[in-house]
């Protein structure tokens, strides 16, 4: 780990990725909060650039670029900056602002603009977001924003009268407003927790967040598929371990993609106290920190459907440690493993099976002997009946051929294709030459079936499925030779 920037009680902006900026010096920029040598520490907004993403240059060394309003404004006590989102030309930011100085909060949610990302102007009807009627009574912290298709939607933390601290929702159709609250209650509370990180892929929202009732000693990740029912998925970050620089608590991840590579920057806290710090990884949120040992996320998971038959496939993590295996789980639902659940070996890039008509969702995750590693994203996929013949079996044993005077006992056992349509029966040809079925041709339910030929012959063997659409293609036919 490298520490990128290092502020005394300072954390990095929780943006979006548009909040880390190439400008055209070549330069990355980074949001910050810094408390600064005041006897009551207040938060302020500061910026950084770098050109090499380690070696930072303060822009703010003289003055934050997002400062306390005066006396008894909405932000007289801190101005904590959370995103940063660039648009046409136009930085859009969204920042807690508090409006007490002293023994408690009073945060709400504000939104400021700039041209340069340096200087900012706030905007003349903040707070965008108030305190409401039901769990953001109290405050409501780390508001994360991203424009879904022309429709902005922000996820922040309610803090509510018996002091937990939740998810939450809202959707405007400008940046800065009107907002329309989703709800008055917490859509998401596994715990006390904050928001740090926040996207959408294929269709799926990914959520990184930390919890204080645990220590923030993790990073952790959720999943939704519209963004207000999440899933828990598990930490997929962790302090270092001994007495590492951040080796205590781990916070406030925010990231940046460049050249194929993903850099997230924390904050941090070991022995030497706080800090800003940096990860990278080639998963978004694989990424493993201090040798905990689990694998990250499979990568690029997907669905291949022939009727009632699926192949879910993936590529091996990028990050963390190796993998020993990997488990498939398919559910009926967004997240679900209710249908099946299969464990394959570390070389298997793939798992089929056989479903009844439906809608599905799968997902994979890989594991080794530290434990499980967070899963892929989920893949949807839909079966259908099946209208078609059986494709062709595999006979995977045969025998044994025991000596007779008249007759020898031949055991044919085949194994069904992994696709297609199910077999109702199976149909044993065996010919005296290759494609002929002179010497004997048995229907059988079963996946095996026995053969009575003269000892000491030569029989050519192939199997075919049947159900009600037909009589499928037949095996690869394999030549059985019986004992005189």
């Known amino acids: 780990m490298l520490a990128a920037l290092s502020v005394a009680g300072s954390r990095p902006a929780a943006a979006q990725t548009d909040a880390w900026r190439l400008d ?37 060394d003289k003055r934050p670029v997002q400062a306390l309003g005066p006396a008894s404004a909405y932000d007289q006590g801190d101005v904590s900056a959370v995103t ?23 945060v709400t949610i504000n939104y400021a603009t700039s041209r340069d990302a340096i200087t900012w102007t706030k905007y003349q009807d903040n707070p965008v977001l108030r305190q409401g009627p039901g769990d953001d009574h ?20 309610g803090h509510d009268d018996r002091g937990r601290y939740g998810l939450m929702h809202a959707t405007a159709l400008a940046p800065q407003g009107p ?9 998401f509370y596994p715990g006390d927790l904050f928001p740090c990180e926040l996207w959408k892929e294929q269709g799926i929202y990914y959520l990184l967040y930390m919890q204080s009732d645990t220590g923030f000693r993790q990073i952790l990740l959720a999943t939704s598929i519209d963004g207000v ?13 001994g007495r590492a620089w951040d080796s205590r608590t781990v916070r406030w991840a925010t990231q940046m993609h460049v050249r194929g590579t993903w850099f997230t920057f924390y904050n941090a806290s070991g022995p030497g106290g706080r800090a800003i710090h940096m990860a990278q990884s080639q998963a978004r949120y694989g990424f493993v920190s201090g040798g905990t040992g689990k694998p990250g996320p499979p990568l690029d998971p997907g669905a291949e459907v022939s009727g009632a038959t699926v192949r879910i496939g993936w590529l091996p993590p990028a990050s963390g ?28 890039r793939e798992a089929a099976m056989i479903l009844p008509e439906g ?6 995750t890989a594991q080794n002997a530290a434990g499980t590693g967070p899963p892929s994203h989920d893949v949807a996929f839909t079966t259908l009946a099946c209208g078609s013949p059986p494709d062709d079996p595999l006979i995977t044993w045969r025998g044994p051929v025991p000596d007779a005077t008249d007759v020898a006992s031949t055991v044919v056992r085949c194994e069904p294709s992994t696709f297609g349509c199910q077999a109702a029966s199976w149909i ?21 079936a026995s053969l009575r030929l003269r000892p000491g012959s030569t029989a050519f063997v192939r199997v075919r499925g049947k159900n009600g659409f037909g009589i499928g293609m037949p095996s690869t036919e394999r030549g059985i030779t019986t004992a005189k």
Do not use: C
């Open 24 to 60: 055209a010096d070549g330069r990355y920029y980074l949001f910050y909060t810094g408390t600064g040598r005041a006897t009551v520490p207040r938060d302020e907004t500061g910026l950084a650039r770098s050109r090499n993403l380690v070696t930072w240059e303060r822009v703010s």
């Open 84 to 106: 940063i989102l660039e648009e046409n030309g136009l930085f859009h930011m969204w920042y807690e602002g508090n409006g007490r100085v002293v023994n408690s909060d009073l």
């Open 138 to 157: 109290g405050d409501l912290y780390a508001p994360i924003v991203i424009n879904d298709h022309g429709l902005w939607k922000m996820w922040y933390t």
């Open 179 to 187: 907002w329309t609250k989703s709800s008055d209650t917490f859509i």
């Open 229 to 241: 029912r999440w899933i828990h998925r598990g930490s997929v970050f962790e302090p270092a371990p």
């Open 321 to 348: 440690d190796p993998p020993l295996g990997y488990r498939v789980e398919i559910g009926r639902q967004f997240g679900a493993a209710d249908v099946a659940v299969v464990d394959v070996d570390a070389d298997a």
């Open 359 to 364: 809608r599905y969702f799968a997902r994979i």
């Open 428 to 448: 044993v040809e065996a010919g005296s030459r290759p494609g002929l079925a002179d010497l004997a041709v048995i229907e059988t339910t079963e996946t095996r």
